[in-house]
C-alpha cells in the first residue's frame, strides 16, 4: 500500500514498533513519511540558514531514529532533493516550498517521539506478560 494513501500515524506506528530507525528504511513510501514529516518541522514563509536546518532536523530525528541511525545531513539532502526545502541562489538559505505547505498540515501535529513511547512501553508489557506466563 502507499504510504501517501495509508495513515500517517499508522504508518509511523509501524515504523516504529521494533524502536527506534537505525537506518533509512527500504520502502519509498516510508521514506516519504519521513521526509515529509521532517519537512513539517519548518515554518512557512521563513528563510532558514544551513545551521538552523540542521538544528531543526536533529531535534525532528531525535523523535524517530536512532543516534547513529538517520543523519540530518542525509534528511537534508533528502528535503532538497524531494524539493520540500528550496535552496536560494547562493545556497546560503532554504525555505519550505509554499505551494507544498498545505499537503503538511495533517502531519504537524504528529508527534514521532511520543509514538515512539507507546511502542517501547507496548513492547515492554508484552515482555512482562510473556514473562509471567506459565
Not at 71 to 77: G, N
Not at 117 to 125: F, H, I, L, V
Amino acid at each position: 500500500m502507499n504510504t501517501r494513501m495509508e495513515d500517517p500515524k499508522r504508518s509511523l506506528e509501524r515504523l516504529l514498533a521494533n524502536g527506534p530507525l537505525t537506518a533509512w528504511p527500504r520502502r519509498p513510501g516510508d521514506q516519504s513519511l519521513l521526509v515529509r514529516i521532517a519537512a513539517a518541522r519548518f515554518e512557512p514563509g521563513r528563510a532558514y540558514r544551513e545551521t538552523e536546518v540542521n538544528d531543526v532536523l536533529k531535534e525532528a530525528l531525535a523523535g524517530f531514529s536512532a543516534e547513529y541511525g538517520i543523519d540530518h545531513v542525509s534528511m537534508r539532502r533528502a528535503l532538497v532533493d524531494a524539493q520540500w526545502l528550496v535552496r536560494d541562489k547562493s545556497g546560503a538559505l532554504y525555505e519550505l516550498d509554499p505551494a507544498k505547505g498545505p499537503e503538511l498540515e495533517a502531519l504537524r501535529d504528529l508527534q514521532p517521539a511520543a509514538i515512539l513511547k507507546q511502542a517501547q512501553e507496548g513492547r515492554e508489557a508484552r515482555k512482562r506478560q510473556h514473562q509471567k506466563a506459565p
